[in-house]
DNA sequence: TACAGAAACTTCACGCCGTATAGTCTCCTC
DNA sequence: GAGGAGACTATACGGCGTGAAGTTTCTGTA
């Protein structure tokens, strides 16, 4: 018969080693790269077979998803954290928070950065269906709440393109468009294009392409930002 | 004894292999992405054992620090060669034909872009000294370019930010600098940004996530371009 | 309390990988 | 035609993911 009860000592146990599963995964990444989340490797640093593994995940790739789900998680909670934070009144100082905010998880967490990003781990290929949907959802809908709040004072400035609503209707985006009713489809199109924006330069940062070219990232990134709200039509604070 | 004449027929037997592997290789990575880039994989589609490579390349990573070279090379003289045909008389022009050949080479070399841009092949480590150094350098020259070209209009709207000369000293934009001597500081930054606009749509776009959200990322680009354009003070062509 | 069965874990095995070492064959040069 | 250099193979080692089968440990029920 199957254990059924919660709080039994079984699934307890179970729990912990799933957890430690995953723990030791994300060390290993953080030590050496996401090429070092390796069963054995793993199962080594817990006295174990590697074999034992597969009780709690049914293959490397499944153990992987799970990781980026959580660090995926992780970024979504930090940046909402972020927008949450700033007051709500002033525009340019939540998207300023935004994205000081994305900027300093991926540079504190590059491992899960390129995990969630980049090309993760040899040979992993992401699962079809419902790969990091819930925090993909969040950090999108986090895209787009930036674009709407710019939209009232930047839209004159970005109302181009011709965009249509079936521009996006298959995507993520137009699933969060419902929580942004006042979103024309030019302020998606602006919500990717900041998106690219934000991304690229914190992209270029934690692959380290910029290192070789600048010394001061953070001036840089600090430069992008000012001219990113000032090209939204808002004075960019602090 | 060395052979030492040229034209040998041994030196041209060597030089053919050492063409095919790095043929293999990237028709292996073209359909198989980078992770399909092992010896014993070449070695199999070419009737030889993977030992066989060790004559020709000292380890795996020798061979894909010189594909990661020639693909950069391939990207470098792409981009030079839009940038060439553009009338010079037309820096918008110039600055996106040179966007729109930067973004359809990534597309038709998806592979490509990642080995040079994102992580690249499980294990591989880049080498210290004088990895990609040629091309790098030439794409490097081409970004300051634009920025060049742009600076006469885009100066007065872009002199922010404080930058020093010793930020970027160090870097490859350090090097490249001398060639234009009428862009300030605030230039190179300037240069630096652009790149990462550039770079990050289309990152965002070769690594597929922008497929989950758009379905028209051409439309997509050819709007930031143009906005790109317009924020330089540039009146964007066709 | 004894026992059946589920769950956790190990052992063994296979085929992949990079690579080191030693040996073989072929061709060029003197 | 002999010597040697260069191209290539055979064999082996350790690491990887993973499948099948076997062993131990725990647990709910009779």
Known sequence: MTVGTTGGRRERLRAETTAEIKRVALKLMASGGPDAITLRAIAREMGMTA???????ATRDDLVTTLINEVYTALA???????????????AGRIQAWA??????ALANPEGFRLIYGDPVPGYQAPEGGAAPDAAYRVCTGIAALAD???????????HGDFQWSDFDDGLLG??????????PAGVALALRLW??????VSLEVYGHLRTQTVDPDKLFQ???????RSLGLEPGD
């Open 51 to 57: 074999n034992a593994i597969y009780g709690y995940f």
């Open 77 to 91: 909670d930090t940046v909402d954290a972020a927008w949450a934070q700033a007051p709500a009144g002033r525009p």
């Open 100 to 105: 000081r905010a994305f900027r300093g998880w």
């Open 149 to 159: 709040a710019a939209w009232p004072h930047a839209g004159h400035l970005h109302a």
């Open 175 to 184: 699933k969060v468009r419902p929580a942004f009713p006042d979103l024309p």
């Open 196 to 201: 690219g924006h934000l991304h690229g330069l």
């Open 223 to 229: 430069e992008e930002l000012t001219q990113l709200v």
